[in-house]
């Protein structure tokens, strides 16, 4: 006859095991981390506060945000309330709702860097795409603040430049082209 409290012992061990792989797999508290070494650190903590206190989306409302900026920390903690209204064809609209409490924390050393962070669960794929948001959210503010250089491996980096103008102006038709022959963009 098994002994009981070896039995026990064993499904507890798998219940715990189980729990944590459910826990990693689910996201319990979650950060992400983003380099600004293009800016001097004062720009980025100017952005950092814009970007929690008056936050700008396209297609949530803002119902409820709440600040607590920590200046000799270079820390912004916050917690949003977002909602939208989803209306797709042959569906019934339906409301969604979402609650993010978060941190964004300046570093002190060289490069400046932005650690986002939620002590909360979360699904990592909504987390990532909300710290993305955060992170572009500064990266505009900067851009309202001067000229930004990209990052090394920016896609965007290759944009144009300020003042390089097109060679062509809008509406300009390129000549049809020859028989056999690609037409220029």
């Not at 990592?124 to 505009?140: E, I, K, L, T």
């Amino acid at each position: 006859m098994p002994d009981s409290r070896a039995t026990s012992a064993s499904s507890f061990a798998f219940v715990a095991a189980l729990a944590c792989a459910l826990s990693f797999l689910a996201g319990c508290g979650h950060s992400q981390k983003c380099d600004f070494d293009d800016r001097p650190r004062d720009d980025v903590w100017a952005a950092v506060v814009q970007t929690a206190r008056a936050p700008r989306y396209s297609d949530w409302i803002v119902v409820q945000n709440e600040v607590k900026v920590d200046e000799a920390s270079h820390r912004v903690t916050v917690y949003r309330d977002l909602r939208r209204d989803l209306v797709e064809p042959g569906l019934d609209p339906r409301r969604e709702e979402e609650q993010w409490r978060f941190t964004a924390q300046v570093s002190t050393e060289s490069p400046v860097a932005i650690t986002f962070s939620t002590p909360d669960w979360a699904v990592p794929s909504h987390f990532w795409r909300q710290a993305d948001h955060f992170f572009g959210q500064v990266r505009m503010r900067l851009g309202e603040m001067g000229p930004v250089t990209p990052a090394p491996g920016d896609p965007m980096g290759t944009a144009a430049k300020p003042g390089q103008l097109d060679p062509k102006a809008p509406g300009h038709v390129p000549a049809k082209p020859a028989q056999g022959q690609l037409a220029t963009p």
